[in-house]
């Protein structure tokens, strides 16, 4: 039987499978499999576990996610409430920063993997390597430097302290984001993560100008990807487009696997790439809400149209919302299987 | 009298520096014209707010600007209009009032700030409601300011669609019969993904970035005075 690593590792190396990898991200969906709410789904390991092996085999698409929620890497940092909802994702409800001394008073714990705040994340972890190590992608979340103090402080905090200073104290909060960041990924790969999703807005220039890319966003994701090395990693900036930086990122860091913003267009980024790495085509899950099932396929179609030419392109989605009915992902997922065939 | 070559160069260097999010130029460009004897009112009405105009336009033309331009774009025009406003020989006319704040269950403030800036900056009357507003404190607010729009600002799908953002909203005006009086404008990551999905929450009208929805809002307010 063919597996989702076997369509991914394909992908990678420019040969062909059954199909293209599709990966799609269902997150909260995994609740309403299992019967329960979100925040009682989110208080085990094993819940998020069962949800993730759960949909897999009940869609048949090619990843599993390690990932609970974006706020997770705030409580690995001391972040102590969560604003939970019933019908969407939750969120980081008290900053941990809240004025700049507490920059100073920011402690990085010294081994994650043994870190209470990681025990759920790595018993998630350990029954999907046992379940589906090596034949599905166990994809992990990883927030680059400068876009986790966005959640350690709110993101106009951190735009006002990044921009407008001051900058020793803004300097000491990257140094200690890029501590946690390295102590993170090692945590994530240990525990059996194949996937690293680099997630980094400030890597695109949706985000900030190409002048403050070129002079402060590369210069950090350089040493970001230098300190961790290339492998497994896939670039992202969090649906903002950056088909203008793919080039020199690809030159500076060995990143080989490109998850783009479903504003990007596929054809130029895959010529800007040019077999140097895998291109991520990501569908717009926003009007997959509403969209009718031609208008689903005819999208699906465009997207794997304009990526699959030449190979080395794989089909995902962004982090589905609660919202999209389930017909609509199995339409999604039948027609990129149609389409992605060989 | 102005020598309008400074106007222009003054412009020019201002705009440059916002493009570049280089707060410290643009406020020194600011105080060098003032120094040079142009009025805090030229100052305002030729410098702060075309350069708004401006980076709407780039927008609206596919010009390449950013959400870190956005947020400087508003702050230094809201730190410059506030500066300025004291030193006018009248007081500016009040050109709207809007209550402004972000949706139920969503904690996201960066959008709705680079609103309010621009806002300030265009004589706009604002008050700032925070985050995770319910939908009955939006029109209590607004009733209370006299307020004739309302900004939800949602960056996440449930709380753009759910019924107690814009919807709901939308439901406690026309129980009140405020519909005529007050409008909705919304704005947010879900609708730069989704250009209709200010019609299914029901909104008036929405805007791509915070700097155009000053822009869109003044419209509004203006539209509904008349």
């Known amino acids: 039987m063919i597996t989702g690593m076997d369509r991914l590792v394909a992908a990678i190396n420019g040969e062909k499978s059954d199909r293209i990898p599709v990966f799609c991200n269902l997150l909260d969906q995994g609740a309403g499999e299992l019967g329960m709410s979100l925040k009682e789904y989110y208080s085990k390991g094993a819940h998020v576990a069962e949800g993730q092996l759960t949909m897999r085999e009940k869609y048949g698409y090619d990843n599993v996610w390690s990932l609970f929620y974006v706020g997770k890497e705030a409580e690995l940092l001391g972040c102590r409430e969560i604003l939970y909802a019933d019908d969407g994702p939750p969120n980081v409800a008290d900053f941990v920063i809240k004025d700049y001394d507490d920059i100073a008073n920011l402690q990085i714990p010294d081994d994650i993997s043994a870190s209470p705040a990681f025990s759920e994340e790595r018993e998630c972890l350990r029954i999907l390597r046992a379940e589906v190590g090596g034949s599905y992608p166990i994809c992990a979340y990883i927030t680059a430097p400068m876009a986790l103090p966005a959640i350690l402080m709110g993101m106009d905090k951190w735009m006002e302290l990044l921009f407008l200073g001051p900058a020793d104290v803004r300097d000491a909060l990257l140094d200690k984001c890029r501590e946690f960041f390295v102590k993170e990924t090692r945590a994530y790969r240990d525990a059996g993560a194949d996937v690293l999703l680099y997630a980094n807005p400030f890597g695109s220039t949706d985000i900030v100008p190409m002048k403050f890319f070129s002079e402060q966003a590369l210069p950090w994701i350089e040493k970001d990807i230098e300190a961790v090395g290339s492998q497994g990693v896939v670039y992202y900036c969090g649906s903002a487009r950056f088909n203008r930086v793919i080039d020199v990122v690809l030159e500076k860091t060995g990143i080989g696997v490109y998850y783009l913003s479903p504003l990007d267009d596929i054809a130029p980024a895959k010529e800007i790439i040019a077999g140097r790495g895998l291109t991520c085509g990501v569908i717009n899950d926003i009007p997959l809400i509403d969209w009718s099932r031609s208008e689903i396929r005819d999208e699906v179609r465009r997207l794997i149209d304009a990526g699959m030419p030449g190979g080395k392109f794989l089909f995902g989605t962004l982090l589905m919302p609660l919202a999209i009915p389930e017909e609509n992902i199995r339409t999604m997922l039948e027609a990129a299987y149609e389409f992605g065939s060989y | ?226």
């Open chain 2, 1 to 226: 009298m102005i020598d309008e070559s400074m106007v222009e160069e003054t412009i020019r260097h201002y705009n440059e520096a916002i493009f570049d999010t280089d707060r410290d130029r643009a406020l020194e460009m600011v105080h060098q014209a003032l120094e040079r004897g142009m009025t805090p009112e030229d100052i305002v009405f030729k410098v702060v707010l075309p350069a708004m105009d401006q980076m709407i336009k780039s927008i609206s033309e596919a010009f390449d600007t950013s959400l870190a331009q956005h947020y400087m774009t508003a702050q230094i025009a809201d730190s410059v209009v506030a500066e300025m406003i004291p030193k006018f020989k009248q007081a500016p006319q009040v050109a709207g009032r809007v209550v402004i704040g972000s949706a139920e269950g969503d904690l996201h403030s960066l959008g709705k700030r680079i609103v309010i800036g621009c806002m300030r900056a265009r004589m706009i009357e604002v008050t700032d409601l925070g985050v995770n507003v319910p939908p009955e404190r939006f029109v209590d607010e607004a009733v209370a300011h006299g307020a004739s729009i309302i900004g939800i600002s949602a960056m996440m799908v449930h709380t753009a669609r759910g019924s107690n953002g814009s919807l709901g909203v939308r439901r406690i005006l026309k129980e009140r019969g405020l519909e005529d009086r007050i409008k909705i404008v919304v704005g947010g990551a879900p609708y730069r993904f989704d250009h209709e999905l200010y019609k299914t929450v029901q909104a008036d009208a929405w805007a791509e970035d915070g700097v155009t929805a000053a822009g869109v809002i003044a419209e509004l307010a203006e539209e509904v005075r008349t």
